[in-house]
């Protein structure tokens, strides 16, 4: 069975820094695309950050440059570092992971085979 644990998440105040982690266990992530997604109220799930099966990496215009997405196979775990936040990245963030390998940003939510249950992401002023 497979499982995506999210953790991480919490308050910060705007400029402030966040790591996401995700642990997975009956999967190994490498190989093939896992993103981070995010849901704020009322706003559909977008994707912000993936990692290909080669391990390259893409975001979203709206963290390009503050946000990094990083794989530790070692310990089959993707992180989301979070820097220069403000109340627009405030949501519940998901990881996710897809059995295809490539172009990974641009695959929709039903393309992603396995989800985590979201870990809540707040950023106040």
């Known amino acids: 069975q497979v499982q995506l644990v999210e953790s991480g998440g919490g308050s910060v105040q705007t400029g402030g820094s966040l790591r996401l982690s995700c642990a997975a266990s009956g999967y190994t992530y490498s190989g093939s695309c896992v993103a981070w997604f995010r849901q704020a109220p009322g706003k559909e799930r977008e994707g912000v950050a993936t990692i290909d099966g080669d391990g390259n990496t893409d975001y979203s215009d709206a963290v390009q440059g503050r946000f990094t997405i990083s794989q530790d196979n070692a310990k089959n775990t993707v992180y989301l570092q979070m820097n220069s936040l403000n109340s627009e990245d405030t949501a519940m963030y998901f990881c996710?992971?897809?059995?295809?390998?490539?172009?990974?940003?641009?695959?929709?939510?039903?393309?992603?085979?396995?989800w985590g249950q979201g870990t809540q992401v707040t950023v106040s002023s």
């Open positions: 996710a992971a897809s059995l295809f390998r490539w172009f990974c940003l641009s695959r929709g939510i039903s393309e992603y085979n396995y």
